[in-house]
């Protein structure tokens, strides 16, 4: 196994797919042969009821982790999707902005937890809240790269110049290495002009070395998580799979210096 890839999956505006980029994604590269761990970095906890499990119920989360009640690998919980683990994330996760306000290096807290378990896998995915808060802070901290969704509407481009410019920061300050991993265009209708404009406007503002996958809006995709289950188990020949299958590829091809 090479060197295991953390991966932030970031935008601070919600609804644009960042969660179905991260459930589906994971079950992708998993098919691929690829062993992968999820972190629900999410109060809302939508990654883990979207991978099979009952976020209410579970006792050792994310927050724990963070607090330093637990070790990272102690919260560790298996999927409903073969090779996908997760540290789970429920509404306890909202209290750790404040509780992590007076500690130590608290930027680097996720990468330390990290430290300790990242080997076991090949990627590590982190779903991030939708804000430019301390929890994304770390995510960004820990992360090698940030593949940010861009959902296909009106103002799309509008908070991704503010993402920009946190990376920037963090890259300045915490973590120098950090660099966009790509653009994954969300709900993308091929009949509307707009569709089209987006891609195009998001583009020209990206450096062309990064990829860009698109993702079609699609029923089956919207359906899947309400059963709690990844698009390649709820409707495995669905366009929005196939979509997913192909942004696996472009992560794992993806030219490493």
């Known amino acids: 196994m090479g060197k295991t890839r953390i991966i932030a999956v970031a935008n601070q505006k919600g609804g644009v797919g960042k969660t179905t980029t991260v459930v589906n994604l994971s079950a992708c590269l998993a098919e691929q042969g690829k062993r992968v761990l999820v972190v629900d970095a999410d109060a809302q906890g939508n990654t883990t009821s979207g991978l099979g499990l009952e976020k209410n119920q579970i006792q ?150 990064m990829y860009s996958a698109i993702v079609p809006r699609n029923v089956r995709l919207g359906e899947a998580p309400s059963y709690g289950l990844p698009i390649t188990i709820y409707d495995p020949k669905s366009k929005g799979a196939e979509s997913y299958r192909a942004l696996a590829e472009l992560v794992i091809n993806k030219e490493w210096k």
């Open 60 to 209: 050792k989360t994310l927050y724990n982790v963070l607090l330093g009640e637990i070790t990272a690998e102690s919260a560790i919980q298996e999927t409903i999707a073969d090779e996908v683990d997760i540290i789970p994330a429920n509404m306890d996760l909202s209290g750790a902005e404040i509780e992590l306000i007076d500690m130590e290096n608290r930027e680097y807290i996720l990468k330390n937890c990290l430290e300790e378990v990242k080997d076991g896998y090949d990627f590590v995915l982190i779903d991030c809240p939708p804000s430019l808060g301390l929890v994304t802070l770390t995510a960004l901290t820990a992360a090698d790269t940030v593949l940010v969704p861009v959902q296909c509407e009106y103002f799309a481009l509008e908070g991704m110049e503010q993402l920009f410019h946190t990376i920037g920061l963090v890259r300045d300050r915490l973590n120098p290495g950090l660099e966009i991993e790509g653009v994954v265009f969300t709900m993308f209708d091929s009949r509307t002009n707009l569709s089209l404009q987006v891609v195009e406007e998001v583009k020209k503002v990206l450096k062309t070395s």
